[in-house]
């Protein structure tokens, strides 16, 4: 089995900065694709965008240019860089893991992003 964790949330002002982070343990043989999420209260889940292996990524038009992913692959970790921040980027934000030689997904246990002047 796999264990997510999540970190990095906060509360930061129109404009600023945050990390997420996404760590993986357990059985795990490497991470095949991170998928972020976000979801504000009352509101569906969104998908933020991906990174699948080391050079396919996807952004969603909301956070294009925005949000970049990246990966630590020795730690089975996976990143969210969030720069220009907008309160509309208010939300939980959730990792799902997609390891190598695993048909299972895993979920982080979200983080809560306020970006608020």
């Known amino acids: 089995q796999v264990r997510v964790v999540q970190s990095g949330g906060g509360l930061v002002q129109p404009g600023g900065s945050l990390r997420l982070s996404c760590v993986a343990s357990?059985?795990?043989?490497?991470?095949?694709?991170v998928f972020w999420y976000r979801q504000a209260p009352g509101n569906q889940r969104e998908l933020v965008g991906s990174?699948?292996?080391?050079?396919?990524?996807y952004y969603s038009d909301a956070v294009k240019g925005r949000f970049t992913f990246s990966r630590d692959d020795a730690n089975n970790t996976g990143y969210l860089q969030m720069n220009s921040l907008k309160p509309e980027d208010t939300a939980v934000y959730y990792c799902?893991?997609?390891?190598?030689?695993?048909?299972?997904?895993?979920w982080g246990q979200g983080t809560q992003v306020i970006v608020s002047s």
């Open positions: 799902n893991v997609a390891p190598m030689l695993d048909s299972k997904t895993y």
């Open positions: 357990g059985n795990i043989r490497g991470i095949r694709a």
């Open positions: 990174m699948t292996g080391t050079s396919t990524l």
